[in-house]
């Protein structure tokens, strides 16, 4: 199984398995950016020599500064981590909540982490009926919760949150953590954001990713906004210098590239309706999606399931996420990303060359 370490975009499992090289793959099975890494981190690499010798600052301030000043926050109410991952982590750690909400389907890193302090973990189900927007009927009764953890857009569903379900939630004195590591790429993100609201509130927290906008996911860098009392101690909490000297410097010189940002977005715009009609004329399922990746099904009568579809393009050096790995998801539930015109022609043509043929079993890989 390609996701037998619990993502996408393992590579070197993906070796292991088919024998093909790392870098000899098509791969659709992590979110990232395919326009990027920006040009300016290649400048960074060069400079970097010279800092390797040294301490990274251990309060990460030119980078959390500019962070203030792009999204016009205190400086005071930005923690920053060693990718969203560590956000996520660091916030349940500290949270320490005995019960908790997370939709069904949701990354699968908010139930990790929520095990790890033993919280009763409650799903919040989303309905494909629904398009798999999360509504306020299928929300637990209030006061029940310690904690809400919620994708903004959602991962893999792509769907991002009503802002009155959200507002409702904190209104009602329920703690909410929003994941929104995959909202830079809406064009909306500034109305969408909850950063604002996060930026002063006692019970609102924001993560954000750098690595999936940026396409740095080496580099691991994400950041979390919250009021500044319990950003002090998320960072009192945190492993000294775990923000490398390298991710600061390239997460300071990314975050002004307004013109990467607007490629990005145009290229979003045209490319996802695109893959959505041809992938859709190939018999799949596409739901909407308001991000960078595509929620599909396979058609019930093909036979074709996700561990199977996933096995056979992989045979083609092609790279796809088995969504029926999420809880709350079915068999015939796969994710991909959007990445390049050709590139994603090259998936359209193999997954209609596949729904054509009978369903190959295969030996688990
Ligand atoms: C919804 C979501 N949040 C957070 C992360 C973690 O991102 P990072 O690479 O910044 O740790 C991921 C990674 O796939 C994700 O899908």
Not at 44 to 51: I, K, P, Q, T, W
Not at 97 to 105: G, W
Not at 229 to 246: R, T
Not at 318 to 330: E, K, N, P, Q, T
Request: with cysteine; charged share 25%.
């Amino acid at each position: 199984m390609l996701e037998k370490y619990g993502h996408g975009g393992d590579l070197t499992t993906a070796e292991e398995l088919y024998g093909r090289p790392t870098q000899k793959w098509l791969d659709f099975s992590a979110n990232m950016n395919p326009l990027g890494p920006p040009e300016s981190v290649q400048s960074v690499l060069e400079r970097f020599g010279e800092h390797i010798g040294r301490y990274p600052d251990p309060r990460v301030r030119g980078l959390r500064q500019k962070i203030a000043e792009k999204y016009r926050i205190p400086v005071e109410s930005i923690w920053v981590g060693n990718g969203a991952a560590e956000c996520i982590d660091g916030i349940v750690k500290y949270l320490r909540p005995a019960s908790a909400a997370v939709t069904s389907p949701a990354f699968t890193e908010y139930e990790d982490a929520l095990h790890k302090v033993d919280a009763k973990v409650t799903h919040i189900p989303l309905r494909a009926e629904q398009d798999y927007r999360l509504i306020a009927e299928d929300l637990p009764p209030a006061g029940n919760m310690d904690l809400y953890m919620i994708g903004h857009p959602n991962n893999p569903t792509g769907r991002t949150v009503e802002a009155r379900l959200i507002k409702n939630l904190l209104e009602q004195g329920e703690t909410v953590v929003l994941d929104e590591a995959f909202i830079d790429f809406q064009p909306e993100e500034e109305e969408l954001t909850f950063i604002r609201i996060a930026a002063q509130h006692p019970r609102c927290f924001v993560i954000r990713s750098m690595t999936k906008f940026y396409t740095i996911p080496g580099i691991r860098l994400g950041f979390a906004v919250s009021h500044p009392d319990h950003i002090a101690a998320l960072m009192k909490q945190q492993i000294p210098w775990s923000v490398n000297g390298l991710a600061q410097m390239i997460g300071e010189e990314v975050l002004g590239d307004d013109g990467y940002a607007e490629r990005t977005l145009l290229w979003l715009a045209e490319e996802r309706e695109w893959f959505r009609r041809q992938l859709q004329e190939t018999g799949l399922i596409c739901y909407p999606s308001e991000t960078n990746f595509l929620l599909l099904e396979l058609p019930a009568r093909s036979g074709w399931t996700a561990p199977l579809a996933q096995r056979w393009l992989a045979r083609r050096g092609i790279l796809i996420r088995d969504a029926s790995l999420f809880y709350g998801l079915h068999e015939r539930c796969l994710r991909t990303a959007i990445r390049l015109r050709e590139e994603n022609a090259v998936l359209v043509s193999a997954l209609r060359d596949m729904l054509a043929s009978e369903p190959e079993g295969g030996g688990e890989e």
